[in-house]
């Protein structure tokens, strides 16, 4: 196995995934929430996301094949399901309904938007099918991608679970200031993956 392409993996996952980009929007997600439960939201995240980007690395072209899902349909939904929970953050919807639900998890956003399609998003699932492809030495070369995938899900845990300290440091100006910010850029980001499916989508729609 080449470090040359681990290091291309390694970089390639950092930069979809994003785990730095990643801990201020869940410090918003989980603003409010104990510690021990936000440890828990962040460790379901986390695993729910690392299963997902496995079986995307090991069988993603086959599953998505058999159950008759492209690539870009995917990228659409996860787009407009996105776009739901930006919406939610841009009107404290979030926020009012934590407050109502403090202790029966009816507001946990470890699968979604956490976990799926933040964490394990459709760039994410597209990365892990053609690093997979593209992996010399046969299962070894497989592990290896899996490998360094689960180093990069792991920093995102480890920054998760800092974000106590960051919703500290911001105070609850900063957070609801950030929290805007934030639903603005994830706004945007549910249209781009709209935008990239219905590119995607189109030429094969037209017969282009």
Same mark, same amino acid.
């Not at 993603?60 to 407009?80: H, R, V």
């Not at 690093?131 to 360094?148: C, E, K, M, P, R």
């Not at 792991?154 to 609801?176: D, H, K, N, T, V």
């Given at each position: 196995?080449? *470090? !040359?392409?681990?290091?291309?993996?390694?970089v +390639?996952?950092?930069?979809?995934? =994003?785990? *730095?980009? @990643? +801990?201020?929007?869940?410090?918003v997600?989980?603003?409010?929430? /104990? $510690?021990?439960?936000?440890?828990?939201?962040?460790?379901?995240?986390?695993?729910?996301?690392?299963?997902?980007?496995?079986?995307?690395?090991?069988?993603?072209?086959?599953?998505?094949? !058999? *159950?008759?899902i492209?690539?870009?349909?995917?990228?659409? $939904?996860?787009?407009?399901?996105?776009?739901?929970t930006?919406?939610?953050?841009?009107?404290?919807?979030?926020?009012? &309904? &934590?407050?109502?639900?403090? =202790? #029966?998890?009816? =507001?946990?956003?470890?699968?979604?938007?956490?976990?799926?399609?933040?964490?394990?998003?459709? !760039?994410?699932?597209?990365?892990?099918?053609?690093? +997979? =492809?593209?992996?010399?030495?046969?299962?070894? !070369?497989v592990?290896?991608?899996?490998?360094?995938? @689960?180093?990069?899900?792991?920093?995102?845990?480890?920054?998760?679970? $800092?974000?106590?300290?960051?919703?500290?440091?911001?105070? &609850?100006?900063?957070?609801?200031?950030? /929290?805007?910010? @934030?639903?603005?850029?994830?706004a $945007?980001?549910?249209?781009?993956?709209? *935008? #990239?499916?219905?590119?995607?989508?189109?030429?094969?729609? +037209?017969?282009?």
């Amino acid at each position: 196995m080449e *470090i !040359g392409f681990l290091i291309t993996a390694f970089v +390639t996952l950092f930069v979809v995934i =994003d785990p *730095i980009g @990643l +801990t201020p929007l869940f410090a918003v997600l989980t603003q409010g929430e /104990t $510690a021990w439960r936000r440890r828990m939201i962040a460790l379901r995240a986390c695993l729910i996301a690392l299963g997902l980007l496995t079986a995307f690395g090991l069988f993603g072209e086959e599953l998505l094949a !058999g *159950i008759g899902i492209s690539m870009p349909a995917f990228k659409i $939904a996860g787009g407009l399901l996105l776009f739901l929970t930006a919406l939610d953050m841009l009107f404290e919807r979030r926020t009012r &309904r &934590r407050e109502g639900h403090s =202790d #029966d998890g009816a =507001d946990d956003p470890s699968v979604f938007p956490l976990a799926m399609p933040l964490i394990a998003g459709p !760039g994410a699932m597209a990365s892990m099918i053609l690093l +997979t =492809d593209q992996a010399s030495a046969g299962w070894l !070369g497989v592990l290896a991608v899996h490998g360094v995938m @689960l180093a990069v899900i792991a920093m995102a845990f480890a920054l998760f679970l $800092a974000a106590g300290l960051l919703e500290r440091l911001l105070g &609850r100006m900063g957070i609801l200031v950030i /929290t805007r910010l @934030l639903g603005m850029l994830l706004a $945007a980001l549910s249209v781009q993956f709209v *935008i #990239d499916g219905l590119r995607e989508v189109g030429p094969a729609i +037209t017969g282009a």
